[in-house]
């Protein structure tokens, strides 16, 4: 039963995360380089905001919005 704990332990330390251990390494040299894939999403979530609020902006102006307060039947 030993042996398998330690399979498991050997399948986890020796593959599984060798490519947070080489981001624990890079970090030393470089932390932008280490965060780079957080950066890039930080990129992407600010540009999909600007988008929306761009699209919020274009309906609000067109009058697009149903904004009654009694559009359901249990507001009334």
């Keep these: ?3 398998f704990f330690e399979g498991i332990q050997t399948i986890f ?3 599984l995360f060798l ?3 080489a981001l ?3 970090e030393l040299e ?3 380089g ?3 894939i957080n950066w890039i999403f ?3 979530c600010a540009i999909a905001m600007v988008y929306w609020i761009k699209q919020l902006k274009l309906h609000k102006a067109n009058n697009d919005e149903y904004q009654d307060t009694t559009a359901h039947s249990f507001f009334k």
């Design 34 to 36: 280490a965060n780079i």
């Design 13 to 15: 330390v020796d593959f």
């Design 42 to 44: 930080m990129i992407i």
């Design 24 to 26: 624990r390494r890079f």
């Design 30 to 32: 470089s932390w932008f």
């Design 19 to 21: 490519p947070f251990d």
């Design 1 to 3: 039963m030993k042996s």
